[in-house]
């Protein structure tokens, strides 16, 4: 069993910075795979970003270059670090856990929402212009 707890969310105007951390306890076999999504009001949930055991990582195509997600070596924490943030990235952010076969070799070529069983609860990002 995993539990993810987030942390780090906020209100900001637009151009500032936020740092999300997750909390993540379990074993480490389901963490092959850890990863950042956001749900913004009346959409649908979508990947921000994704870690594997091995360090690699994936973003969605228009968040590389603003965020960057990474982990503490026992795969304890999760942070993402949101850089010249915009009103559209206000949206519940949620931390997430995968393990297994999916988990340790779809992290980062195929990071969909239905490889993750494990979730956080969330944590609201509020970025005004």
């Known amino acids: 069993q995993v539990k993810l707890m987030e942390s780090g969310g906020g209100s900001v105007q637009a151009g500032g910075s936020l740092k999300l951390s997750c909390a993540a306890s379990?074993?480490?076999?389901?963490?092959?795979?850890m990863g950042w999504f956001r749900q913004a009001p009346g959409k649908e949930r979508e990947v921000v970003a994704t870690i594997d055991d091995y360090g690699g990582t994936s973003y969605a195509d228009r968040l590389q270059g603003r965020f960057t997600i990474s982990q503490d070596n026992p795969r304890n924490t999760l942070t993402l670090q949101m850089n010249n943030l915009e009103p559209e990235d206000t949206a519940m952010y949620y931390c997430?856990?995968?393990?297994?076969?999916?988990?340790?070799?779809?992290?980062?070529?195929?990071?969909?929402?239905?490889?993750?069983?494990?979730w956080g609860q969330g944590t609201q990002v509020t970025v005004s212009s």
């Open positions: 997430a856990a995968a393990g297994g076969w999916a988990g340790a070799n779809l992290c980062t070529s195929s990071p969909r929402e239905d490889l993750f069983a494990y």
């Open positions: 379990g074993s480490k076999d389901s963490k092959y795979c």
